[in-house]
């Protein structure tokens, strides 16, 4: 299925039908930078210079790095022009809504395949359980009037609350034509006394045993599966059904205000044997930490909180290394509907929990793969799609240069300037 695509209305320059070289660069190879000329053709990376080459572009010693990829936001939809304008303007191509309201993206949808447009693919309605996230946030918007009743169940979420269920709602998530399937667990360690008590509601999710089966019907309908979760446990559920991306790292909320001095406790610690299989499966991990780490940036060393907050990040730091060590592909997601993946990345940084390259790899590669799998994207390599952005300085010196654009180039055309 092929993802919806924004528009941006100006600033294109189309390059030339023939073969580009580009010159004058210091290319990202995933581990280092390294200076060398680079051909296109048709919008894809060549192998090797061709017989002709139709133009020539210096990049004047810029560092080139693939398109950033915003992993996890549910902030595009129709009206929101200045979000896709803000996004481009960052260096983000490429947007993965891992829930949405269908009626809510309508003119977004009517504007497809532009190669030089911002792309979103969009999950459409979530599976979760009897009083399940999101249906929280169901209430709230009917509450305010920004929904009716009928933009809950049947369309932003539906109820799986068994086989029965599942065998009769299946057909309506995929009438909706989702790029892939949302599901959620929370704190499924506890399933059956949160189902049992209504103060949790919000706050429970699917049962896990209906999971594997969710994720069979998934993959043979050729869809791709993430999951919410909360807990380690919850991760533990994710993995052994086999989904294909894991969305927020353990640890990254607490239930409540009141609750954050449980985030350091071993309900939010990856298992090492579940990491393990997650790396033997290729999952991808979406990080969705930033507002967490910036919460806690505000302690001053001499802060009451600040032993507390130095033990989230010691526990948030082992959960990203162990995921790291067993060779799962960790991708950068913000979920912050006011913020965006530069923001995450650049938190993530400042609190040190991964080194530059391995932010890089994060916001440029492994987001590009989870949201476009099928597509050659987030590699500076021939066959894949002549997509790349070109910074001032060296972000594995200085991390922060992620944000001092100076070209922008998105299937071997150039856009106008950031």
Same mark, same amino acid.
């Given at each position: 299925?092929?993802?919806?695509?924004?528009?941006?209305?100006?600033?294109?320059?189309?390059?030339?039908?023939?073969?580009?070289?580009?010159?004058?660069?210091?290319?990202?190879?995933?581990?280092?930078?390294?200076?060398?000329?680079?051909?296109?053709?048709?919008?894809?990376?060549?192998?090797?210079?061709?017989?002709?080459?139709?133009?020539?572009?210096?990049?004047?010693?810029?560092?080139?790095?693939p398109p950033?990829?915003?992993?996890?936001?549910?902030?595009?939809?129709?009206?929101?022009?200045?979000?896709?304008?803000?996004?481009?303007?960052?260096?983000?191509?490429?947007?993965?809504?891992?829930?949405?309201?269908?009626?809510?993206?309508?003119?977004?949808?009517?504007?497809?395949?532009?190669?030089?447009?911002?792309?979103?693919?969009?999950?459409?309605?979530?599976?979760?359980?009897?009083?399940?996230?999101p249906?929280?946030?169901?209430?709230?918007?009917?509450?305010?009037?920004?929904?009716?009743?009928?933009?809950?169940?049947g369309?932003?979420?539906?109820?799986i609350?068994?086989?029965?269920?599942?065998?009769?709602?299946?057909?309506v998530?995929?009438?909706?034509?989702?790029?892939?399937?949302?599901?959620?667990?929370?704190?499924?360690?506890?399933?059956?006394?949160?189902?049992?008590?209504?103060?949790?509601?919000?706050?429970?999710?699917?049962?896990?045993?209906?999971?594997?089966?969710?994720v069979?019907?998934?993959?043979?309908?050729?869809?791709r599966?993430?999951?919410?979760?909360?807990?380690a446990?919850?991760?533990?559920?994710?993995?052994?059904?086999?989904?294909?991306?894991?969305?927020?790292l #353990? +640890? %990254?909320?607490?239930?409540?205000?009141?609750?954050?001095?449980?985030?350091?406790? *071993?309900?939010? $610690? &990856? /298992?090492?044997?579940?990491?393990?299989?997650?790396?033997?499966?290729?999952l991808?991990?979406?990080?969705?930490?930033?507002?967490?780490?910036?919460?806690?940036?505000?302690?001053?060393?001499?802060?009451?909180?600040?032993?507390?907050?130095?033990?989230?990040?010691?526990?948030?730091?082992?959960?990203?290394?162990?995921?790291?060590?067993?060779?799962?592909?960790?991708?950068?997601?913000?979920?912050?509907?006011?913020?965006?993946?530069?923001?995450?990345a650049?938190?993530?940084?400042?609190?040190?929990?991964?080194?530059?390259?391995?932010?890089?790899?994060?916001?440029?590669?492994?987001?590009?793969?989870?949201?476009?799998?099928?597509?050659?994207?987030?590699?500076?390599? #021939? +066959? %894949?799609?002549?997509?790349?952005?070109?910074?001032?300085?060296?972000?594995?010196? *200085?991390?922060? $240069? &992620? /944000?001092a654009?100076?070209?922008?180039?998105?299937?071997?055309?150039?856009?106008?300037?950031?």
């Amino acid at each position: 299925m092929l993802p919806a695509s924004v528009a941006l209305t100006t600033g294109l320059l189309l390059a030339q039908s023939g073969a580009v070289e580009w010159t004058g660069g210091k290319w990202f190879d995933g581990r280092e930078f390294r200076e060398r000329t680079v051909y296109a053709r048709g919008g894809v990376f060549l192998d090797g210079r061709p017989e002709a080459v139709e133009t020539s572009v210096d990049l004047g010693g810029g560092y080139v790095v693939p398109p950033f990829a915003e992993a996890h936001n549910h902030n595009v939809h129709d009206g929101a022009e200045a979000t896709v304008a803000a996004y481009l303007a960052a260096g983000v191509f490429y947007v993965k809504s891992p829930n949405d309201l269908p009626r809510a993206t309508t003119s977004i949808l009517s504007s497809l395949d532009r190669p030089d447009a911002l792309e979103v693919v969009f999950a459409r309605g979530g599976l979760t359980g009897p009083g399940g996230h999101p249906l929280d946030l169901v209430r709230r918007n009917v509450a305010r009037g920004l929904w009716t009743e009928a933009d809950g169940e049947g369309a932003f979420l539906h109820t799986i609350a068994g086989a029965d269920d599942l065998e009769r709602k299946w057909p309506v998530l995929l009438a909706a034509k989702p790029d892939f399937v949302k599901t959620y667990l929370l704190y499924s360690e506890e399933y059956a006394e949160r189902l049992a008590s209504e103060a949790t509601s919000g706050w429970r999710g699917l049962d896990p045993a209906l999971l594997p089966a969710i994720v069979a019907r998934a993959h043979a309908a050729g869809l791709r599966v993430s999951t919410h979760v909360e807990t380690a446990t919850d991760f533990h559920h994710a993995v052994a059904a086999g989904v294909d991306e894991v969305n927020h790292l #353990p +640890g %990254f909320r607490p239930e409540g205000e009141e609750n954050v001095a449980r985030l350091v406790t *071993d309900t939010y $610690r &990856i /298992r090492a044997e579940d990491a393990r299989a997650a790396g033997e499966r290729g999952l991808y991990v979406v990080t969705t930490i930033g507002g967490l780490l910036e919460t806690l940036e505000r302690f001053a060393p001499d802060a009451p909180e600040r032993e507390l907050a130095d033990a989230i990040l010691g526990l948030l730091a082992e959960n990203l290394a162990l995921l790291l060590d067993n060779g799962v592909r960790l991708a950068l997601g913000s979920d912050e509907y006011e913020g965006d993946v530069v923001r995450e990345a650049l938190a993530i940084h400042r609190a040190g929990l991964l080194r530059p390259q391995e932010l890089l790899v994060a916001l440029c590669r492994h987001g590009a793969e989870t949201t476009l799998p099928a597509r050659r994207v987030g590699r500076l390599e #021939p +066959g %894949f799609e002549a997509s790349f952005l070109v910074l001032e300085g060296d972000p594995l010196a *200085d991390f922060t $240069r &992620i /944000r001092a654009l100076r070209r922008r180039v998105k299937q071997g055309r150039v856009l106008g300037p950031p």
